[in-house]
């Protein structure tokens, strides 16, 4: 399980996250919802280890990444921190593909480094992982070559190679057209389905909606408000 | 008048040997120097990031003539002898790293922050993420403006007159003293455009070479 507890980090005095906690069980899909400028996306980059709170816990079961404990904040050494990314994965809103790579470079590159995976076998598995997103056939092609969905497709392919516990997406359905966005649905549930944790920030309704098993409400730093699925009406 | 041109040419050839082995020395060791001068700018260690921002400051901030000259004629003053050569060297490494330092600077903080973002999200570690993800998108970056600045450096190379290198220019330049015709400096403008003509081109195809993404 994921545990967010008591987060708080401030930006040049101003309260981005303020008492922030929440929690994500493995196979369940979170969305979090709100204004911009509510920390929602600090709260993915913290998560992530791309911001450091300014106190607070983040803990994946017993790893963690870090935690606050008689009122002294602590934070993951560099060898947590790589444990911990790899649990963890973030598709980015600008999806971030690197551009001189093809798509399956860019997929092999941390399996082959991280996961000390042979060029082989990290093809392999790369593969693999394209046909779940239907993206093979653009295996040899470059970022700038792709449309806005196959990018993302890319990017999510990248993540997914390193089988993380939980995924998070940045407005996953910012950069797609309605069409588009029904696919993305269906990629995010067919991954909670495999027990993946699934956490998506957004401003789109019909994405909740059609994923989501909870939504929480973000405003000023904090959760305003929780509801499951079926009392969420928008 | 074929037969006139004809006679220059060992002269000529003697200055463009000069010339050229100046020019590649020069490139071979500056840039080099450049990339670790744009490393130390980028320092978070903030006396390295002052301390070379002062050498780019001076050695972009005085005609290369002038530190030639300090270079060779000057510092013999304070104990340290350089022989012609050395000392066109020193000054024309230490100049042209400079330059290059601040091209390879602002390549690398042209890079969006998103490429480091999404290798640390990955787990891989800041010196591959700089190696494998960064730096070969600066190369792609930078070859406009090396390409302009190797050029300027291969007509550059005539300043070491100043310091009594027999190079191209002056080559050409006792021929016409010589001989009272403009007819030499007229061939060796010629080969500076045909030096040129050749740069742009291997710059031209470098840059092909990249085109193969965005």
């Known amino acids: 399980m994921l545990k967010i507890k008591e987060l708080n980090k401030k930006f040049k005095g101003n309260l981005v996250l303020n008492n922030l906690s929440f929690e994500l069980n493995k196979g369940e899909i979170l969305s979090i919802i709100g204004k911009s400028g509510a920390g929602k996306t600090t709260t993915l980059r913290c998560l992530n280890g791309l911001e450091k709170p300014d106190s607070g816990t983040i803990q994946l079961d017993n790893l963690f990444l870090c935690k606050t404990e008689d009122e002294k904040f602590s934070y993951a050494q560099k060898k947590e921190l790589r444990i911990f990314r790899r649990r963890m994965g973030l598709v980015f809103q600008s999806f971030n593909l690197f551009p001189h790579m093809t798509v399956l470079e860019n997929i092999i590159e941390a399996p082959i480094k991280v996961l000390n995976m042979d060029k082989i076998a990290a093809t392999r598995e790369a593969l693999e992982t394209l046909e779940i997103i239907e993206l093979e056939d653009k295996k040899d092609a470059y970022p700038c070559e792709l449309s806005g969905g196959q990018k993302q497709r890319a990017a999510i392919a990248r993540a997914l190679v390193l089988q993380p516990e939980y995924l998070c997406f940045d407005e996953p359905t910012s950069a797609l057209d309605p069409e588009l966005s029904k696919g993305i649905s269906s990629i995010i549930k067919n991954l909670s389905s495999k027990d993946m944790g699934i956490l998506i920030i957004t401003h789109d309704m019909d994405l909740v909606r059609n994923t989501s098993d909870r939504v929480l409400f973000m405003d000023k730093g904090k959760i305003t408000k929780e509801s499951t699925i079926n009392e969420f009406v928008v | ?214």
């Open chain 2, 1 to 214: 008048m074929i037969q006139y041109i004809y006679s220059l040419i060992p002269s000529i050839f003697e200055g463009l040997k000069i010339t050229i082995k100046i020019f590649i020395i020069t490139v071979a060791l500056s840039i080099p120097l450049g990339f670790f001068v744009a490393l130390c700018r980028l320092s978070t260690i903030k006396i390295i990031s002052k301390v070379t921002q002062f050498y780019i400051w001076i050695m972009r901030g005085t005609p290369l003539l002038l530190q030639l000259v300090l270079i060779f004629f000057g510092l013999p003053y304070v104990g340290l002898v350089f022989n012609r050569s050395t000392a066109a060297f020193i000054a024309f490494i230490l100049n042209y790293g400079a330059y290059f330092g601040e091209i390879f600077r602002s390549g690398i903080q042209s890079i969006d922050k998103g490429q480091y973002e999404a290798g640390e999200v990955l787990g891989l570690s800041k010196t591959h993420i700089f190696i494998r993800i960064i730096l070969p998108q600066v190369i792609k970056r930078v070859i406009p403006p090396v390409a302009n600045e190797v050029i300027t450096l291969i007509k550059d190379t005539s300043l070491v007159y100043v310091v009594g290198i027999g190079e191209l220019l002056r080559a050409g330049k006792i021929a016409s003293n010589r001989d009272a015709s403009l007819m030499p400096l007229v061939l060796i403008g010629i080969i500076y455009l045909i030096l040129t003509a050749i740069l742009t081109r291997g710059f031209n195809l470098l840059e092909k070479k990249y085109e193969y993404y965005q």
